[in-house]
Every structure is written in C-alpha cells, then in structure tokens.
C-alpha cells in the first residue's frame, strides 16, 4: 500500500501539534508508513534534564516497533519555522532511521510552509554504521 506524501506530511503535522517543547520552542512531528502500509506518528518531547528530551523520529520509531512494524517504507519529518528551513533529521534520527532503512526509503523533510525536500537514508548518512 502506498500513502502519498502529501498524507503522511498532514499526519506529521497534525502529530507536531503535540510537540512538548517547552525549553526550545521548537516543534517537530514525524509520521512513518512501514512495510504493511500501517501509519506511526511522533512528536518531540522534552525535558527538564535536557539530553532526556526525544525526538519526534524516535517516538514515532518506537511507535512502529511497538505495533509491530519492521521496516520504514517512508517517513516526513515536519520542522522549522520562518527563516529555518526544513527539519532534516539530526545526527543521532539518521542513525535510528538507518536501522529500519532500505535503500528505496524515502525520507521527507518539511518547513512549516509545506515545502518539502527528498532524501534516501544514502544522501543522509553515507558511509553508515551497521553490526554485522
Ligand atoms: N528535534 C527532533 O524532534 N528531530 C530532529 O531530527 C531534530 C531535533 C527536536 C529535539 C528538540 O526537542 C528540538 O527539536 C530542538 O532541537
């Protein structure tokens, strides 16, 4: 089954309404299609102990496990606002992702506007870690 991007970007945006993000005022929603075609969403939750906050990515990564999900087929990630542009996935976000990543994943980045840009996990996080 294939959601079209325009679905997922609305379901991420509806998710980063939830966004707890009270010590950087920045909100992020994700929202993943797996391989059965089920939708996981997440939001950025923060913290008083800063380095314990999540990402929007991780919560709905954890969604996807929790339900039974194995692989991201595609994920949109909305962020930014104003003059910051589109919320690519932080450095840690690109190496969750990587663990339920093929090559055809697409990954969606989006500003606030709607404007989107799309990546594979290659563009990313060349040269990735993985056990073997
Ligand atoms: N954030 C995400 O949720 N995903 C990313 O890929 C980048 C950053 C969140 C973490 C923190 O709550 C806020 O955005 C500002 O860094």
């Known amino acids: ?4 991007n325009e679905d997922l970007i609305s379901a991420a945006t509806d998710a980063r309404r939830n966004a ?4 950087s005022n920045y909100s992020v929603g994700a929202a993943i299609v797996d391989d059965r075609g089920h939708l996981h969403v997440g939001c950025n939750v923060e913290n008083a102990a800063y380095p314990l906050g999540s990402c929007a990515e991780a919560s709905a990564i954890g969604a996807m496990v929790q339900q039974g ?3 991201i087929v595609k994920i949109a ?3 930014g606002a ?4 589109p919320c690519t996935p932080c450095g840690g976000c ?6 339920f990543a093929d090559k055809e994943t697409v990954i ?3 500003d606030d506007s709607g404007d ?5 996990i290659d563009d990313l996080l060349p040269a990735s870690f993985h056990l073997p």
């Not at 707890?20 to 010590?23: A, E, H, I």
């Not at 104003?82 to 542009?85: A, E, L, P, Q």
């Not at 690109?94 to 663990?99: D, W």
Request: glycine share 12%.
């Open 1 to 4: 089954m294939s959601v079209a």
């Open 20 to 23: 707890y993000n009270r010590y």
């Open 69 to 71: 999900g194995k692989r």
């Open 77 to 79: 990630v909305v962020g």
């Open 82 to 85: 104003g003059d910051i542009g």
């Open 94 to 99: 690109r190496q969750r992702i990587n663990e």
């Open 108 to 110: 969606l980045a989006i």
């Open 116 to 120: 989107w840009q799309e990546y594979s």
